[in-house]
């Protein structure tokens, strides 16, 4: 399969290029109906991004789907629902391209580079993510905290098996992982969301990298300070 760089967003970490993938409409194995349901959550994705949620309508997110609007309800009851389960259809993505980038990571600071790596590709490539995800705080207050809540108990066991190996600190990892997600966050608004490049430039990425070893303390803290050496002195890290 063709390799292509990654893009706008992935910068910072000399992250290897990611394996090109098919449209999420084209994967093998969906049916119709599959299909149909998944091109009007794209098309919602990008109506609720594009216009808000208020001013977002069935007839626009058909249109951009490219179906009949009365197909619309055979899969969702309105505008409402369809909401809903584009920011439950966020989460799973976001969190499935963290997980994925992380993998072969062979110490937490490492998968924590890895991750948020994943995450600012992802943001860069869809937007949406931010804009709908702050809609979800008036428009739906449920989806909103089950999207954090879910994103939380998924980072609290390998926090606690860090934190039981002695890899970084013993702490509270609610409270870590809570404060990881604010730093991430923070940075992909201001440098994705906001910035014309739509990326997150190398030394802010390797700033970023370094405040969060200093949250993990531990020998996260020695590793991202050699790290930090070896790029000072111009060696790469291999990934």
């Known amino acids: 399969m063709a390799e292509r760089l990654p893009p706008a967003g992935a910068l910072g970490p000399p992250d290897k290029a990611?394996?090109?993938?098919?449209a999420r409409n084209e994967l093998k194995g969906e049916g119709k109906g599959q299909r149909t349901r998944?091109?009007?959550?794209?098309?919602?994705?990008e109506v609720f991004g594009a216009f808000g949620y208020h001013d977002a309508s069935i007839v626009k997110i058909t249109?951009?789907?490219g179906v009949a609007q009365g197909t619309f309800y055979l899969y969702f009851s309105g505008?409402?629902?369809?909401?809903?389960?584009?920011?439950?259809?966020l989460n799973q993505?976001?969190?499935?391209?963290m997980s994925q980038a992380a993998r072969g990571a062979t110490t937490r600071l490492e998968a924590e580079r890895l991750g948020f790596a994943g995450f600012f590709r992802f943001t860069a490539e869809h937007p949406a993510l931010y804009r709908v995800i702050r809609q979800a705080e008036f428009v739906s207050p449920k989806a909103l905290r089950h999207h954090y809540e879910t994103i939380i108990e998924n980072y609290i066991p390998p926090l606690n098996e860090a934190m039981d190996a002695g890899e970084i600190a013993a702490g509270d990892p609610m409270v870590l992982a809570w404060s990881l997600i604010a730093v991430?966050?923070?940075?992909?608004m201001r440098w994705i969301l906001w910035n014309e490049a739509h990326e997150v430039p190398p030394d802010v990425f390797n700033?970023?990298?370094?405040?969060?070893?200093?949250m993990l303390?531990?020998?996260a803290v020695t590793e991202a300070s050699s790290v930090a050496t070896a790029q000072a002195n111009g060696v790469e890290r291999a990934d």
């Open 93 to 97: 993505r976001v969190r499935h391209a």
């Open 79 to 89: 505008k409402q629902e369809v909401f809903d389960e584009v920011v439950a259809d």
């Open 38 to 45: 998944r091109a009007l959550l794209e098309a919602a994705e």
């Open 217 to 219: 303390g531990g020998s």
């Open 18 to 22: 990611v394996a090109e993938r098919p």
């Open 184 to 188: 991430g966050e923070a940075i992909g």
């Open 207 to 214: 700033e970023m990298v370094t405040i969060i070893a200093r």
């Open 63 to 65: 249109e951009m789907a």
